[in-house]
């Protein structure tokens, strides 16, 4: 997309993506909690009939960083800084010092 400004080329980007997006009957709001959307996820793929390693791969992801890292942050609350500066995920490991996401983390 483009416009004569950037943010003239971001709004018609944006207006496009929202023409593209299905209509949906979900009750997902910017003020739902990351857990609870993380609950309406995990019912939705689990029947979306992949492979059972897949499904508990993921559902240990979800548990293990997603819901003790932001999952009492709203969706509206989810934005870069709460995830890469003040996010128990995060956080150094005791033992080493070292971040326990090291891709995405620097060390403090």
């Known amino acids: 997309m483009t416009g004569p400004t950037g943010a003239q080329a971001e709004a ?4 496009k993506l929202n023409e593209m997006l299905p209509p949906t009957d979900d009750v ?3 003020d739902m909690a990351i857990s609870e959307l993380a609950t309406i996820w995990r019912l939705e ?9 897949t499904r508990r791969r993921y559902r240990e992801i979800i548990d293990t960083y997603i ?3 932001v999952g009492n942050l ?7 800084p709460p995830w ?4 128990t995920a995060c956080a150094p490991n005791t033992a080493t010092q070292q971040p326990k996401c090291p891709r995405h983390c620097s060390p403090a």
């Open 12 to 15: 018609a980007l944006l207006a």
């Open 28 to 30: 997902i709001s910017p």
């Open 45 to 53: 793929f689990e029947d979306l009939g992949w492979a059972a390693n």
């Open 67 to 69: 819901l003790p890292g």
């Open 74 to 80: 709203t969706i509206r609350e989810a934005n870069v």
């Open 84 to 87: 890469t500066s003040s996010s």
